[in-house]
């Protein structure tokens, strides 16, 4: 999509579409929307009175000035109460009548910056927020579709209309990161969506490649005979049972740069997990195609955060396998060395994931990180303690309180679980230095406890379980069915307010 910004009155362009608003309540229009409802001779203000319109949040009116002046549609959309306004309800409304648009044939769009007025949002977050809710809206995944003829296309130009030049500045700039922003999650939902005979390590891995050539990032593919060769025996104990050997996808921005902070992100890339020896129940089974959501958040954000220019040295790796069974595949109860030195109890090939992060943990080391970050599609305990509205989170409490208020700004959310010791008594063995997994209660958390045990030492940690956000079950307005990008706007936001 083309994002433009310009000075001018709402009601003097010409297009096939403007965009208004209006405050739930509100009877009298005033600012844009009064201005093109006087140009219309009072019928926003006939549409109210009629009933027709009451202005709650994502509510969509057409109406059609018939030569009045140069727009042949305005589409007016509803804010919401005035006191339950957010920049959340910008990107809400951005997206609904975004998609209202696409439904009319509607292929270029002049709007007002939702929010900048008596809503009191700043003008640069509004903007981001506008062009992140109508590109985020407006993704579907049809990469694989062949029929597409009665298919409406998306609308090609989104043109943000500003009446005071003084704002042109910081809406241009916000326009441009949520246009990064949106995009870099779109990508993620495409990774998530392609089914795992396509995004396979090798192919998600060329992606990669792929996008670090477009937006100028270093990209190194570690193969599986260097994993062999470091000592990775967790990680490759999950691909023992794989169609094609692992992967690792290393990214860098700001490679080199050793005067900036160093901030390490690992993904959780199982591009299929079938539970391997310990298999998964077949219903719903096509969903773990979505187990590599991890590692699409981290490549999406990295590619992001190199577009942005930020003054860090991030650094991606996205660790990349099946889990399948066959004949060579892991077993319960096998014994595997982890890259630390550590032997590992494996109870359930089924908890893969917290397998191919460890050995990950560990090699980030080398890194010199300041701080490391995980996320991944962990565990069902997850789901079942918060749901999908939040993620679940733990570790160092410092980059809590940086995830918890990124989280909040882009409602990519999470909620902090606790990592007390008495945790770890369930991943005590009798065969091994410790045991991967502990009893139903507290899943996530032991889960999470083990991890914590591969952390390089002194480094601050902190684990994202994102087991319920991976794939959204029911289409909401800038969130279709499907996979969500969900991690790329928490982890760029949580980076971009880094040094602040």
């Known amino acids: ?122 003008a640069e977050v509004a903007a981001q927020a506008v062009v992140e809710g109508t590109i985020l809206g407006l993704y579907r995944y049809q990469e694989l579709k062949t029929q ?52 396979t390590p090798s192919r998600i891995a060329e992606t990669a490649q792929v996008m670090a050539d477009v ?52 993904g959780k890339g199982i591009t299929f997990d079938s539970g391997g020896i310990s298999i998964k129940p077949a219903q719903d089974m096509w969903k773990m195609k979505d187990d590599m959501a991890g590692a699409a958040a981290v490549i999406g954000a990295i590619g992001a955060v190199a577009q942005l220019d930020l003054p860090l040295h991030v650094v991606a790796l996205a660790p990349l396998t099946e889990n399948m069974p066959d004949a060579w595949a892991s077993k319960p109860g096998d014994v595997v060395k982890s890259l630390k030195g550590l032997t590992v109890e494996i109870h359930s ?60 700004a882009t409602y990519d959310r999470v909620w902090p679980l606790p990592l007390f010791e008495e945790y770890g008594e369930q991943l005590k063995t009798d065969v091994a230095d410790v045991r991967h997994v502990g009893s139903r209660m507290g899943g996530s958390i032991t889960a999470g406890f083990f991890l914590s045990k591969f952390v390089p030492d002194g480094v601050p940690w902190v684990h994202i379980d994102m087991a319920a956000q991976g794939i959204a079950d029911e289409d909401r307005p800038y969130i279709p069915r499907g996979g969500t990008g969900y991690g790329v706007r928490l982890l760029v936001e949580t980076l971009r307010r880094w040094n602040d």
């Open 349 to 408: 090939t089924d908890a893969e994931g917290r397998m191919v992060l460890i050995d990950t943990l560990t090699y980030a080391a080398q890194f010199k990180p300041e701080a490391i970050m995980d996320i991944a599609t962990l565990t069902g305990a997850q789901a079942v303690a918060l749901g999908s509205p939040a993620a679940a989170v733990m570790g160092d409490e410092g980059l809590i309180v940086r995830l918890r208020a990124a989280g909040n």
């Open 215 to 266: 937006v100028g990032l270093q990209c190194r593919i570690m193969e599986k005979p260097e994993m062999e060769s470091l000592g990775m025996g967790a990680l490759l104990s999950v691909n023992l049972g794989g169609g094609e050997p692992a992967k690792m996808v290393i990214l860098e921005h700001n490679a080199g740069r050793e005067d900036l902070p160093t901030v390490v992100l690992v």
């Open 148 to 199: 597409l003829d009665d298919v409406r296309l998306d609308p090609e130009t989104l043109v943000l209309v500003e009446l005071d030049p003084a704002k042109i500045d910081a809406i241009k700039a916000g326009a441009r990161a949520g246009q990064i922003i949106a995009e870099a999650t779109c990508l993620a939902r495409n990774l998530v969506n392609r089914p795992a005979n396509i995004a």
């Open 1 to 122: 999509m083309q994002i433009q910004t310009i000075v001018g009155k709402i009601q003097e362009q010409e297009t096939q579409a403007l965009v208004l608003n209006l405050f739930e309540g509100v009877t009298e229009p005033a600012g844009a929307t009064g201005a093109v409802d006087a140009a219309l001779g009072g019928a926003i203000r006939a549409l109210i009175a009629a009933g027709d319109f009451r202005g709650k949040r994502n509510e969509v009116a057409v109406l059609y000035p018939v030569g009045k002046f140069p727009a042949r549609r305005v589409l007016l959309v509803g804010l919401g109460k005035a006191e339950k306004f957010s920049v959340e309800a910008v990107r809400q409304v951005a997206a609904t009548v975004a998609r209202k648009a696409r439904d009319l044939g509607v292929t270029q769009l002049h709007t007002v910056v939702h929010g900048t007025g008596i809503g009191d949002i700043e």
